[in-house]
């Protein structure tokens, strides 16, 4: 992972010295907000898939966290914008951070500074080329997903991933893929980075947003599910529904549209990416790589 720039509170940096002090107050406590959004090469040059939301979504997580940011949002979008062109990228992954600096260490973070930066870098498939077509390995995490009432699920905020980081972990060291969080109630939450869909009887099922992030993926695969002819719906369920669900999804920035074949050992379905799965991730593939006009309003050209 590599790319030649990187954008630091507006000036381009080599990607070898973009560095921060050791008292950075975010490195200490976690105390800084981040997008994960995706760029993607399309016939008419490279587009950001749905860049608008994500930078609102940014500022929103800035504003639950109490970050003043030093710059405003058609600022960052030329910023995003230039990190790629400078670094040549067709297609990338993009990291924008915002972040509390260096003054003086304490839980306190007001007399910190508010910093920002903006990472870019190929990235392919987050879970795997073959994860896309077979499906991923999945076990239910012995963490709670954080509690409502402890930390903002609104906002994506560094600290909250800690929680993510235990759940994948441990996922690895059992040896699948990725981990599904409960809520402290046992509800089926999401996975460490993506959100979570399952279908039984036809109808694609996805957890309400009070305990998950508002993921812009999910979002998007909501729209699509619907133009599609399908019925999507909110619910709150056990880990128990999932095992005897016909299909089951993540969706993400990172993973996109990524088949679950195994959650706990049972298989899922066929234990193969569904019929539905895969028609909702192939219009989402072709949405992305410009192919479908009807959604060209998601696409912002860099
Ligand atoms: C915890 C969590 N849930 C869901 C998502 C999916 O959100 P999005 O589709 O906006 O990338 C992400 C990734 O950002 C995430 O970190």
């Known amino acids: 992972m590599k790319a030649d720039k990187i954008w630091m509170d507006g000036k381009m940096v080599d990607w070898d010295k973009a560095q921060v002090h050791i008292c950075t107050h975010a490195l200490h406590y976690g105390s800084g907000v981040f997008e994960g959004i995706r760029a993607y090469e399309t016939d008419k040059g490279t587009a950001v898939f749905r860049l608008k939301e994500h930078i609102d979504r940014l500022f929103n997580s800035a504003k639950i966290l109490k970050l003043d940011v030093p710059f405003n949002k058609e600022q960052i979008r030329q910023a995003i914008k230039d990190t790629i062109k400078e670094n040549n990228l067709k297609s990338c992954y993009i990291r924008p951070l915002i972040y509390r600096g260096f003054k003086e260490l304490g839980v306190n973070p007001f007399k910190c500074p508010v910093n920002c930066a903006i990472a870019v870098w190929e990235w392919g498939a987050y879970l795997g080329e073959e994860a896309l077509a077979k499906g991923i390995k999945t076990k239910i995490s012995s963490y709670a997903r954080n509690y409502i009432n402890s930390t903002s699920q609104k906002a994506k905020i560094c600290a909250n991933y800690i929680n993510s980081i235990f759940a994948k972990m441990e996922a690895i060291e059992a040896g699948v893929d990725e981990a599904i969080l409960l809520d402290t109630r046992g509800y089926v939450t999401e996975g460490s980075g993506e959100n979570l869909f399952w279908i039984r009887n036809g109808i694609i099922y996805t957890t309400p947003t009070a305990t998950v992030l508002e993921g812009i993926t999910r979002d998007s695969i ?74 060209s309003d998601w696409l912002d050209y860099v």
């Open 222 to 295: 909501i729209k699509i599910a619907d133009d599609l002819g399908y019925k999507v719906q909110e619910k709150y369920t056990g880990r128990d529904e999932l095992y005897i669900s016909e299909e089951v999804f993540f969706a993400g920035t990172a993973a996109e549209v990524t088949p679950i074949r195994e959650i706990d050992n049972y298989q899922i379905g066929e234990g193969k990416r569904g019929p539905i799965t895969e028609k909702i991730q192939k219009k989402f593939f072709d949405i992305v790589k410009g192919k479908d006009e009807e959604y």
